[in-house]
């Protein structure tokens, strides 16, 4: 079983969804993110998204443009982020990361150097917001000839016959972005994200995770009662700028931050019983 | 059965030439995209759409647009070319259509297709503003708010467009992300796209951007060499040996030459802009300088690093100020149906006072890159042979930069 699947399956064991959290690799430096994605681990996440930062990441609210600035301004390259995760393996054997980023860095050096480079890594799954079933005929081969999961997304634009082609080739889990729309920005009515779950849940047996615009433990905990994961991306890349900013640790408050996030995460379904 | 060969049959049912295009978009958009592609098939079996796109084409517009003999440039270049040498120089004038450039011929098929779609709401980026001014004007013409997007950098370079724009009635959003010029306006139209798609309608500029953008954006652009080849036909009784356009994105290019490419005799030449020169990184030659990658939906040469990032081009021509280029020229470019050269800032901004003195016609500085090639191909070339060139903008919006450049205090 890959990491992703034995995670999502020990955290349905123990009747609750998983805690996913996004920070953009490199950000504020490639020095200052090994301690970054320790952080996310010790308040509680249990699968990291690693963002690889771009010039031009055109589905992404302002957080996320400026932590992608800040972590190409600081040097990061693609060579670094591998080595971020390489290194952070020798420390977590178990938690998944998976890289979440934009075809071009991902397809520079062909999509096979890529692959390989994700699977000697340490790397268990890749996220890529631009490259639609539709042109996926490369990469996605290439990933799981080395059996590195490719999770595609699942929009509220995404229909009943198009859900099929998103789900053909996808593994590890199934992203629902819950709004039509950027990163960090809008929130998606509770309502709609529990007719759309359970309508992706009825095509698929892949974990659903669902993210875009979730902030708070509330809203995480609301989300964690239907879905399989709650992402969490642009309230952590807010906290390490702000951090940043005022010239404190950003390891110590990502984990300050996740810490509520995961205990939310934890609580909702026993609440709900309650 | 043998299918001829022909270069006029591309993209592909995928959207692809060759290796490039594609439609590579964010799963929100990609419903849009296939919607988008399955009215354009709709419109264009449809003789209305035709009908009410010629009509606005003829009295709106004001096409066709004029091929002119540009005698004095011509008389000029053979001036100082050996004898027998300084080719016949003809322009096809797209700078006198309303909103004086060719930008408006994409934009009034794209916003009949809009309302063909029952879309409420006109979204754009712009470089230099002519794409801005076009989709402002039409928008105005059929009553549809607009949001045009502009790099904050080409906000300040081109205020007489900006203000133009705001005339129109369109909101004018200045965009203070990344390099804050046209491939930045791109992304955040993108973004307002992916946020909006319900009601509102993406008219992209060039012939570039996911399938099916790039064929529709060229089959609208299309016009100036359907026109250009009945027009040389009437006034020479012969195909011409040379066509040249400047390339950004590469709309009025591919427009021009699209009609001529399976014309095997006729020779093409797109121009790209090689700003400070090729061996600096000050320029926008996505082609001379780039490789294959992808963005902005498609793929197809991009300046970039070794890890895909995209470089920051640079021109004096805000129009020509992109990393990227359209697919169907890297394809052209790959194939070698179409030479691809560069012109630098300065080259340009001689050609732009070359064509002022000579003919009386002020050139926005995107086609000045297009005349300086001009220039050194008719002197190279037999006094017998024709080169048709397009210009697809007026100057009147570049008179400060040039002066600028020039050193002159207006």
């Known amino acids: ?70 972590s190409l301004n600081a040097g990061t390259t693609t060579t670094s982020l591998f080595e971020i995760v390489r290194d952070f393996r020798t420390r ?21 150097w890529f692959a390989e480079a994700c699977a000697e890594a340490g790397v268990d799954g890749v996220i890529c ?11 996605g081969p290439a990933l799981r000839a080395v059996g ?16 099929p082609a998103v789900l053909d080739g996808c593994s590890g889990f199934l992203y629902y972005v819950s709004v039509a729309g950027i990163t960090g920005v809008q929130q998606a009515a509770q309502g709609s994200i529990e007719q759309a779950v359970a309508h992706l849940k009825a095509g698929t047996s892949l974990p659903v995770a669902v993210g875009f615009g979730v902030r708070t433990p509330d809203q995480a905990a609301k989300i964690a009662r239907v879905a399989d994961g709650v992402v969490v991306g642009s309230a952590i890349v807010e906290v390490v700028a702000a951090a940043v900013a005022a010239g404190h640790d950003p390891a110590e408050a990502v984990r300050a931050i996740v810490a509520p996030l995961s205990a939310a995460v934890r609580g909702a379904r026993q609440e709900q019983a309650a | 059965m043998t299918i001829a060969n022909t270069f006029r049959a591309q993209p592909d049912a995928q959207g692809h030439f060759g290796q490039f295009g594609g439609r590579y978009v ?71 259509n309303h909103t004086g450039a ?38 105005a013409r059929f009553g549809l708010p607009c949001v045009i997007y502009m790099g904050a950098r080409d906000v300040e370079r081109q205020s007489p467009n900006v203000f133009r724009m705001k005339l129109l009635g369109a909101e004018v ?43 529709l954006v060229r089959d609208f652009q299309s016009v100036i060499g359907r026109e250009a080849k009945a027009q040389i036909m009437e006034a020479e009784g012969r195909l011409p040996d040379l066509l040249v356009a400047a390339i950004g994105g590469g709309s009025n290019a591919i427009g021009l030459f699209h009609p001529f490419l399976d014309d095997a005799d006729v020779k093409m030449l797109g121009i790209e802009a090689a700003g400070h020169g090729l061996s600096t990184d000050k320029h926008a030659a996505s082609l001379a300088g780039g490789e294959p990658g992808v963005l902005h939906g498609n793929r197809t040469f991009l300046l970039q690093d070794e890890d895909g990032q995209i470089a920051e081009a640079h021109s004096i021509s805000a129009g020509l100020d992109y990393p990227g280029i359209g697919p169907e020229h890297s394809w052209l470019h790959e194939i070698g149906r179409v030479q691809y050269e560069s012109a630098t800032d300065r080259e340009a901004l001689d050609a732009f006072q070359l064509l002022c003195r000579t003919e009386g016609i002020i050139p926005a500085l995107e086609p000045s890159h297009a005349l300086a090639a001009v220039a050194r191909k008719a002197r190279e070339m037999k006094a017998d042979e024709i080169i048709v060139a397009n210009l697809c903008g007026r100057g009147d919006k570049d008179i400060f930069t040039v002066a600028e450049a020039l050193g002159v205090a207006i």
């Open chain 2, 173 to 215: 959003r200045a965009v203070e992300s990344g390099s804050k010029t046209l491939k930045d306006a791109m992304n955040e139209a993108l973004r307002d796209w992916v946020a909006n798609v319900h009601d509102t309608f993406y008219i992209i500029g060039t012939a570039a951007g996911p399938h099916p953008y790039p064929e």
């Open chain 2, 102 to 139: 060719h930008k408006i011929n994409n934009c009034i098929g794209q916003i009949l297709l809009a309302v063909r779609m029952g879309k409420t709401r006109i979204i754009a980026e712009t470089g230099a503003g002519q794409h801005g001014v076009a989709t402002a004007t039409v928008a």
């Open chain 1, 148 to 163: 590195v999961d490719l999770v595609r997304l699942a929009t509220p634009t995404t229909d009943a016959a198009r859900l």
């Open chain 1, 129 to 139: 917001v631009d490259i639609p079933p539709e042109e996926d005929a490369a990469l």
């Open chain 2, 26 to 96: 964010a799963e929100t958009l990609m419903p849009l995209i296939l919607e988008l592609e399955k009215e354009y098939r709709r419109a264009q079996a449809d003789p209305a759409f035709e009908a009410e796109l010629d009509w606005l084409m003829k009295h709106y517009v004001g096409r066709p647009s004029p091929l002119y003999y540009a005698e004095r440039l011509t008389e000029t270049i053979r001036a100082s070319a050996e004898a027998g040498h300084g080719a016949k120089i003809y322009l096809k004038r797209d700078e006198l």
């Open chain 1, 1 to 70: 079983m890959s990491r992703l699947e034995t995670t999502f399956a020990r955290c349905a064991a123990e009747g609750r969804a998983a805690l996913v959290t996004f920070v953009t690799g490199g950000d504020p430096s490639p020095a200052a993110t090994p301690a970054i994605l320790d952080a996310l681990v010790a308040g509680g996440a249990d699968v990291i998204e690693l963002g690889m930062p771009f010039t031009d990441p055109m589905a992404d609210g302002p957080a996320i443009q400026l932590a992608d600035i800040r």
């Open chain 1, 92 to 112: 977590h054997a178990d938690v998944p990361v998976v890289l979440m980023g934009y075809a071009n860095p991902m397809v520079r050096r062909g999509p096979q």
